[in-house]
């Protein structure tokens, strides 16, 4: 047998080497959804972890300051300068400078759609002084908060849950595949799923968790307690 000839068989020809890349190619398109659900599953797990991290954070303030939670009350016992009142940053930020935290890298989510894309750097610190201006800056935190709670309210109220789009007044839909992480004051924290017809998320009793019908509230307006992220540039 001519030895050429025998090598040349054991190669692959032009038109099988085509055929196999096509089985490749058909294989990961097939795959590729499968993968994404499976990676956006496991950032969904890791965005409830960091919710209910940021609620210990939140819960080991509130011991330190009769049950309240923070707000603007309790800004001026851990800044003189107060800490700002206009977004979820600036009541989380009381948490740092109070010590009950300082992991910057729980409030944010990965493909946080209000957050910037790159986790904060968990630097709060200068001199080994925490410093309020370099903590949780726009675009280091994902969640919302909702203001003047206590651990004595409903625990049923919604406490932090996932921050709207960015310049909108709405969840956004494809982060959790029409779901919200909501976390409560009575440490319930999961992923509720929105009304497809509006986005809203509603109570056992079908009524919008975050208006003042839902039975959670008793009359009380939560659209202004509602406090949103920073968001990036």
Known sequence: MNIATSSRRKGFTLVELLVVIAIIVALAALATPQIFKALKRAALVDAINNAKQVKLALDSF????????????????????????????????????????????IFWVKNSACAAKGAPDDKVKEGGVVQADLILEEGDCHWAYLTDQTNLKSGSRPLILDGYKKDTSEWDRDTWDQKVVVCHIDNSCKALRMRPS????????KKDILSAQADAWDGESPAELLKQPQPGR
């Open 62 to 105: 509130a011991t330190d300051f009769d049950g309240q939670y923070p707000s603007d009350d309790t800004a001026e016992y851990v800044s003189e300068g107060g800490t700002g009142s206009t977004y979820s940053n600036d009541y989380f930020r009381q948490m740092f400078l109070a010590g009950g935290t300082e992991s910057e890298k």
């Open 198 to 205: 509006d986005g809203k998320v509603l109570d056992g009793s």
